[in-house]
């Protein structure tokens, strides 16, 4: 049987699994509702989220809010939580020891949610869970179905914040999702 989500955090405790833990403020463990049909993985906590111990609570994470407005959707709505839990110093990009340690957790936050819906934000979270290599150009915006879960990669939204040609691309694949998340009620319907 699926664990609860207090059951996992309980489980993670005051993580000292790598060495993370020697540069972070807070374990970030996710936030949202435990019910979710839709849920966002994004990369690592940046240094607001580190403070303030919510996934996206920093300039990424205000345009994450407007971005789920376009597929209709609240931030109560959904439940958020990045590939790791504790942030890398100067927001490196997660190690490969360090995606290993920690993702069980997200597993387990997965598997105890059960979404409809995942939505994977960039390349860390996109190729963790679809297990490939390819890059987010070629991943983004196309509907994978894994398991019991329909998988939309799409851009983070900070390299959307950089690089504002990919503003248009991001705000494609919200509308794309208010499409998927209807699309997956009807077929509840039958
Ligand atoms: N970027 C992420 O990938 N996750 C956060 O929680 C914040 C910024």
């Given at each position: 049987m699926a664990k609860t989500l207090e059951e996992i955090r309980a489980e993670l405790g005051d993580c000292t699994r790598c060495e993370l833990c020697e540069t972070r403020t807070t374990v970030v463990f996710g936030v949202g509702n435990p019910q979710a049909e839709v849920m966002f993985i994004g990369e690592a906590p940046g240094r607001q989220e580190d403070l303030g111990a919510e996934p996206f609570i920093g300039a990424a994470g205000k345009y994450l809010n407007e971005l789920l407005a376009l597929a209709g959707l609240e931030r109560k709505d959904v439940y958020i939580a990045n590939v790791l839990k504790c942030r890398p110093p100067g927001n490196a990009d997660p190690l490969p020891h360090q995606i290993e340690t920690c993702t069980p957790f997200l597993r387990e936050q997965v598997r105890s949610i059960k979404p409809l819906i995942l939505v994977t934000l960039g390349r860390f979270a996109s190729q963790f869970i679809l297990?490939?290599?390819?890059g987010i150009t070629h991943l983004r915006g196309q509907v994978h179905i894994t398991g019991r879960y329909s998988v939309l990669p799409i851009y983070h939204p900070a390299a959307a914040l950089y690089d504002q040609a990919k503003k248009p691309l991001l705000e494609h694949d919200f509308k794309l999702l208010k499409l998927l998340i209807e699309k997956r009620h009807e077929e509840m319907e039958k």
């Open positions: 297990k490939t290599d390819s």
